[in-house]
């Protein structure tokens, strides 16, 4: 029993090193020997945790893959076949291989609209941006009220849907009735009274290119006056205190911190006007004579309205890679730029 008793004391008992402090124990306590703090714990997230972000985004994946990657396989699919009305009545697979290919690829037609495609779609895409940065500076100087007031007035251009907005312009150019030809009668030139703006490969582009620009011109300002109050007021006091003018202020000030901006907001343009299909069609189908249609129109023309359904799906393909090639080298300056900051 007084073995036991000595062997509990000794448990009990607290322990003291020398001078009557506490020993300090290795390993134990927050502090080892050299009394340096020891690292946290890494916590390790459980695996449902790392898990989450990848649920989240599964009816994303699910619904691009429904609606968008399906219809992309079908239309791959379309694009092997020589599918008319024949075929498509009778329910007939009749697979070509890259026949559809080997013929658009090979028409002369094809690469005068692919090459009209692009000289419209850089037209557009330099008028939307000019404009567009010129009326974003406007707003950033401003007074509140007409700043409001012009804000207001580019949302309800923007909001204004495309058919609706395209059947305005048609009434503005109509060569009868049209607002613009009365105008232009009023002022003098009154060879323009019963002008045909759609007779014509120009002029019907001229009225597609009014009407693109007015549509995409909200976006661009909007985005650039919200842009332009990032930039600190420091920058611009310490510019004019150097005796630099507007231009000099823009180049060295401006432009540099919205330089993302600008190669973003051009990359964008460059896909909606290159797709555009609406505006295009409901001016005059890319009359006259076809000598205003561009890649969404041509395989739309082919596929539907000439019932060659495989041979649209193939143009349309081509289009989608036309879009990919320009997407890489946007990409392309997108990483370039990031190296240089």
């Known amino acids: 029993m007084a073995v036991q008793l000595d062997g509990a004391a000794d448990k009990t008992a607290p322990q003291t090193g020398k001078g009557g402090a506490p ?7 927050l502090r080892g020997r050299r009394g340096a703090p020891r690292p946290p714990a890494r916590h390790r997230p459980h695996p449902s945790a790392r898990r989450a972000p990848y649920l989240l985004l599964l009816p994303a994946l699910l619904a691009t893959a429904v609606f968008l990657g399906w219809p992309m396989v079908r239309n791959l699919l379309l694009s092997f076949q020589n599918l008319n009305m024949k075929e498509l009545i009778q329910h ?31 037209v557009n895409v330099v008028l939307i941006m000019l404009l567009g940065v010129l009326i974003g500076l406007l707003l950033a100087r401003l007074g509140k009220k007409m700043r409001l007031t012009l804000s207001v007035a580019l949302v309800l251009a923007w909001a204004m849907p495309v058919i609706a907005a395209t059947t305005v312009f ?9 607002v613009v030809n009365w105008l232009l009668d009023r002022a003098g030139w009154h060879a323009m009274a019963h002008y045909d703006w759609v007779g014509t490969q120009l002029s019907t582009f001229f009225v597609i290119t009014v009407l693109i620009v007015w549509q995409s011109l909200p976006f661009v300002a909007l985005n650039l006056y919200a842009a332009t109050t990032t930039i600190p007021r420091e920058l611009y006091e310490a510019a004019r205190m150097d005796g630099a003018g507007t231009w000099k202020v823009f180049t060295s000030v401006t432009f540099p911190f919205l330089k993302p901006f600008f190669l973003a907001t051009t990359f964008l343009e460059i896909i909606w006007v290159f797709k555009a299909f609406p505006q295009i069609f409901a001016i005059n189908e890319g009359g ?9 129109i041509y395989a739309f023309t082919e596929g539907v309205g000439n019932l ?12 989608i890679v036309v879009l990919l090639a320009m997407t890489a080298y946007y990409l392309r300056l997108t990483l370039k730029q990031e190296e240089e900051l």
């Open 23 to 29: 020993p300090t124990r290795r390993g134990g306590g």
């Open 170 to 178: 048609q009434w503005l150019f109509d060569s009868r009735y049209g």
């Open 288 to 296: 006259p004579d076809r000598l205003t249609e561009t890649l969404p």
């Open 92 to 122: 007939l697979t009749d697979w070509r291989g890259t026949g559809n290919y080997q013929e658009i690829l090979g028409s002369e037609q094809f690469w005068r609209v692919t090459l009209r495609t692009l000289v419209f779609t850089a």
């Open 308 to 319: 060659h359904f495989g041979m649209g799906a193939a143009i349309s393909l081509l289009t």
